[in-house]
């Protein structure tokens, strides 16, 4: 695959776009003490270190081994994704770097996360940027998909007293699953969308003729990366593969349910309410999902099953700490020393 389009021709940040970031992150940063400040406000911190201590470790083990396969499940996802791009075969471990890496980087930076595996797929594997950027929104989307399906089918079974606490999960999850369904629709057809645009006179006589052709080839390599949508072969897989995704994310709670001995308070639909208003909690673009993901999971725990608020906190705590920061950052930095290794072997040989 040509790199026409490699990551030196991506657009370059602006002091004053950089300046906005900053503030956006530390604004983020703040938001994020917040909601920790009111998630742990009134409770006995060594009682819930107390319920942390008692944690069965092999659960613990096991969900490390179910958050790992999680992300060894979206690598190969998005493979397919990227498949009509390449003209060669995708390397699972380049899609797993990226993915990790992305990962943690989020832990630090809210969405900083897919800058860094944007690139890290175009340098391993000489893809054009544009057409990547449709891939990881057409991941974006798909996620959102999966959550609005489970938002909607636990709206139904929601107790009244849940919904009186949070009124705006309902009007939540209709905007979602409006924007989930405009957006899949329209994102195939962006491409063609963009050409007309660029073929308008006022455009062709306002820009330069070298701009417009730079813009119609990006448009192009963009409508390249959403044909794994239109594909009859890849959809089914690129399906099954999400829902694999999902189902170890709720496998994550639930086995950290089976580590803190709630099964018999947290029953299996019960879980799948509190996974899913856990979920929405990373929508929040909070530094690792701090605060939002405590706040949402906790008060889940507390509405639906009864859980007292230390041991729900303890759990939110336990949870997080595993699924968004040893789970990821850990194998990201293994993955990170590995590709430096075999960079300097290169060099040497």
């Not at 990790?100 to 809210?110: C, L, S």
């Given at each position: 695959m040509s790199d026409d389009?490699?990551?030196a021709d991506m657009p370059k940040a602006k002091p004053e776009s950089k300046f906005k970031n900053i503030v956006k992150q530390l604004i983020m940063a703040v938001f994020a003490i917040g909601l920790l400040y009111l998630s742990f406000r009134g409770c006995d911190?060594?009682?819930?270190w107390a319920y942390t201590v008692k944690t069965n470790p092999i659960f613990l083990i096991l969900l490390c081994v179910s958050g790992l396969a999680s992300h060894v499940a979206r690598s190969m996802r998005w493979i397919l994704l990227l498949k009509p791009l390449s003209d060669h075969k995708i390397s699972l471990w380049n899609s797993f770097v990226a993915v990790?890496?992305?990962?943690?980087?989020?832990?630090?930076?809210?969405r900083g996360?897919?800058?860094?595996?944007?690139?890290?797929?175009?340098?391993?594997?000489?893809l054009p940027w544009a057409g990547v950027l449709s891939t990881m929104l057409i991941d974006r989307l798909l996620d959102i998909a999966l959550l609005v399906f489970l938002l909607g089918?636990?709206?139904?079974?929601?107790?009244?007293?849940?919904?009186?606490?949070?009124?705006?999960?309902?009007?939540?999850?209709?905007?979602?699953?409006?924007?989930?369904?405009?957006?899949?629709?329209?994102?195939?057809?962006?491409?063609?969308i963009m050409r007309w645009f660029l073929q308008l006179s006022l455009i062709?006589?306002?820009l330069p003729a070298s701009l417009v052709k730079k813009l119609e080839d990006l448009s192009d390599q963009f409508g390249v990366g959403t044909k794994?949508?239109?594909?009859?072969?890849?959809?089914p897989a690129i399906a099954l593969l999400s829902v694999t995704i999902w189902f170890f994310y709720w496998l994550n709670l639930y086995l950290t349910v089976l580590a803190f001995n709630l099964q018999d308070k947290v029953t299996l639909a019960n879980s799948l309410i509190v996974f899913t208003i856990s979920s929405v909690g990373v929508l929040v673009p909070t530094p690792g999902s701090v605060g939002s993901y405590h706040f949402l999971t906790s008060q889940a725990l507390v509405l639906t099953s009864g859980v007292n608020k230390e041991q729900a906190l303890a759990f939110a705590s336990v949870l997080h700490l595993f699924c968004f920061i040893l789970v990821t950052c850990i194998p990201a930095f293994i993955c990170v020393m590995?590709?430096?290794?075999?960079k300097t072997n290169k060099v040497t040989s």
């Open positions: 389009n490699s990551p911190l060594p009682t819930i990790i890496t992305g990962y943690a980087v989020n832990v630090a930076i809210p996360g897919e800058v860094v595996r944007l690139l890290s797929i175009t340098r391993s594997e000489n089918s636990t709206l139904l079974v929601l107790p009244k007293s849940l919904l009186g606490d949070m009124p705006w999960l309902v009007p939540g999850g209709v905007a979602m699953t409006v924007a989930t369904i405009i957006g899949m629709f329209v994102l195939p057809h962006v491409a063609k062709q006589t306002k794994s949508l239109t594909d009859p072969v890849a959809y590995i590709q430096s290794s075999k």
